[in-house]
């Protein structure tokens, strides 16, 4: 019963800032890459950014400088930290993660519910 739950959505107004969280929970072996999408109403579901099991980091262009990614790996939380928002950040927001249940020899893809986020004034 692995599960990934993100919080952290809502109304911020254009060069706002808003932090991302995404806990993964339930009987857990490993978490390898994590990630950050972004799906806008009728748009494909997009990378954000992506953080390893290492910390190494890939940003999407259009939020370079903008989005920090991080986890705490203690915690199980990936974070996405996001400033100067721009109301075409606006999107529903998917946590991603590759994660190993216990028991099981291979990692899968798991996805949180999504958060939404508007960038609006």
């Known amino acids: 019963q692995v599960q990934l739950v993100e919080s952290g959505g809502g109304l911020v107004q254009p060069g706002g800032s808003l932090r991302l969280s995404c806990a993964a929970s339930g009987s857990i072996f490993s978490i390898s890459v994590m990630g950050w999408y972004q799906q806008a109403p009728g748009k494909e579901r997009e990378l954000v950014a992506t953080?390893?099991?290492?910390?190494?980091?890939n940003y999407a262009d259009s939020v370079k400088g903008r989005f920090t990614i991080s986890r705490d790996n203690a915690k199980n939380t990936m974070y996405l930290q996001m400033n100067s928002l721009k109301p075409e950040d606006t999107a529903v927001y998917y946590c991603?993660?590759?994660?190993?249940?216990?028991?099981?020899?291979?990692?899968?893809?798991?996805w949180g519910q999504g958060t939404q986020v508007t960038v609006s004034s």
């Open positions: 991603n993660a590759h994660m190993r249940p216990m028991g099981h020899l291979y990692e899968y893809p798991y």
């Open positions: 953080v390893t099991s290492g910390d190494s980091t």
